[in-house]
């Protein structure tokens, strides 16, 4: 259940959501397994809001599952390095001490 707000004419919200004609102010699931909602809000006079631009680019997608994508973001955040390499081509070497990512994927259906 995502409640927002057009007066905000911000397509965000917090954590993976977004994507509403509005900012969304709460979130939440059926199991309340998360919950998210604003505080409150502050005017701040004089710094300007920059949106990032997608960095999507002309990467091809592909169809996956949810929990393909999952064990996929999984395999990324305990290798970082390999995937650099991959991605780029360049030999990080062996003796790069990696550090081990903690993660929290937070759904309750990845094993």
Do not use: C, M
């Amino acid at each position: 259940t995502a409640w927002f707000s057009t007066d905000i004419p911000i397509s965000d919200g917090p954590w993976k959501f977004g994507g509403l004609p509005g900012l969304i102010l709460e979130v939440y699931d059926k199991q309340k397994q998360y919950h998210y909602f604003i505080n409150g809000l502050e005017k701040v006079e004089g710094e300007p809001i920059i949106f990032s631009k997608s960095n999507t680019g002309n990467k091809k997608f592909e169809r996956t599952s949810r929990r393909d994508f999952l064990k996929a973001q999984k395999r990324y955040l305990l290798d970082i390095n390999g995937y650099i390499e991959l991605e780029t081509g360049i030999d990080l070497g062996k003796n790069n001490s990696q550090k081990v990512i903690q993660y929290d994927l937070i759904e309750l259906d990845y094993k």
